[in-house]
């Protein structure tokens, strides 16, 4: 295996901590991604992305760690988008719109002021495209608590949510609460955006977050089964990423290295490719019967 490990890789303290700093986020990111994409909120974690992008930054002139810029910046963008209103499409998307205009904002005069008022280099890069290879083993522990906070919560209201994410109608007429339930999934996803921006960048994190869990349920029809491929894909993405990216140190006499996020995207966008060429190969073969009963139960819920 020497072809993909370079010498040293797995002797590298900083890599060690990347590969399971790595490893737990792409964990959250593929359980809260698939939720995401069933309830049709990916332009809200976009949003969010901003958020994270503007509380990063303002975190980095604060001088604290980007950490808590990022995930706490996107739980205020959280709260700000449910008390301007989530509830129906048009109220989420007026409110996903307002906080990405005010995001974009005050990321902009944050990563101005860090750029004009510190003798840092690298800080934009950093917090837009992100450095896991920088991120120290102390932060681990963090990482770990608030992803087991995110996955413990979702094991809470999971069904709830889940049944929000298929019917609205149905949910309420169950005496679901649904403005509750809406409220904490987006807390939710403000932490697991935090939690991939210090992967690949604030700005590339709905990569992670969207990717892998959409690839997922193009080619499972069982919910069980998406989350365990979503989780899977995101883990794959993630550790393959890192590998390459210290691997591409080697690659030219210039002994410079790509970025992860580079890596992590592409091979991201490498899994939709092909689980969309499978989807198309399966729909073409499936007759018409087979064929309506997939897109009749997308997720297994029957």
Known sequence: MNWLF????????????????????????????????????SFAG?????VAT??????????VTPLVGFV?????????????GVQGVKGRDIATGVVLGAATGLAALFLYLSATQSAATGTTQLILFGSIFT??????????ALSAVVLATLAIIGRPLLLSSLSVELASARGVRLRAIGFVFMVILAVSVGLSAIIIGSILSTALL??????????????????LLAVGLGVLATLLGIVLAYDSYYWTSSRRAL???????????VEFALASLVQRRRRSKAPPPARAAVHGDPIGWH
């Open 210 to 227: 969207i990717g892998p869990p959409a690839s997922a349920l193009k080619l499972v029809t069982r919910f069980g089964s998406g989350v």
């Open 72 to 84: 706490g910046g996107g739980v205020v963008g959280a709260g700000a988008m449910d008390v301007i």
């Open 135 to 144: 991120v120290q083993s102390s932060t681990l522990p963090v990482v770990i």
């Open 259 to 269: 970025p992860v996020s580079f890596f992590v995207v592409v091979v991201v966008v």
């Open 54 to 63: 503007a509380g990063g930054a303002g975190a980095f002139l604060a001088g």
């Open 46 to 50: 976009h949003a969010l992305t901003d």
């Open 6 to 41: 370079e010498p040293g890789l797995f002797a590298n303290q900083s890599v060690r901590t990347a590969l399971l700093v790595g490893a737990v986020v792409a964990v959250v990111s593929g359980v809260v991604g698939i939720f995401t994409v069933l309830r049709g909120q």
